[in-house]
């Protein structure tokens, strides 16, 4: 899968850019990243940043589950927050 970005806006004078990406390592497993950003046009400051990454296992023809790891940060307040993804 090539990486992809997408863009989109509001009537609120917000965006929101996103990209992401999944590397295949081997037929079964495969390394997940994406970043998100969204931005407030009005006042000119980023409202959130998002960045994930982590690895996924292949458990059937369509699913997958995967230990994922997030940073978040929200004007001053940031956490890192672990997921577990289905």
Do not use: C, N
């Amino acid at each position: 899968m090539r990486p992809v970005a997408s863009f989109a806006t509001s009537q609120e004078s917000r965006a929101w850019l996103g990209l992401f990406g999944k590397k295949p390592l081997s037929e079964t497993q495969s390394f997940w990243h994406e970043a998100q950003f969204r931005y407030d046009l009005g006042r000119s400051t980023m409202q959130q940043l998002l960045a994930r990454a982590g690895f996924l296992q292949t458990i059937g023809s369509s699913h997958e589950v995967g230990w994922i790891l997030g940073y978040i940060q929200s004007g001053i307040i940031q956490e890192f927050r672990p997921t577990l993804q289905y």
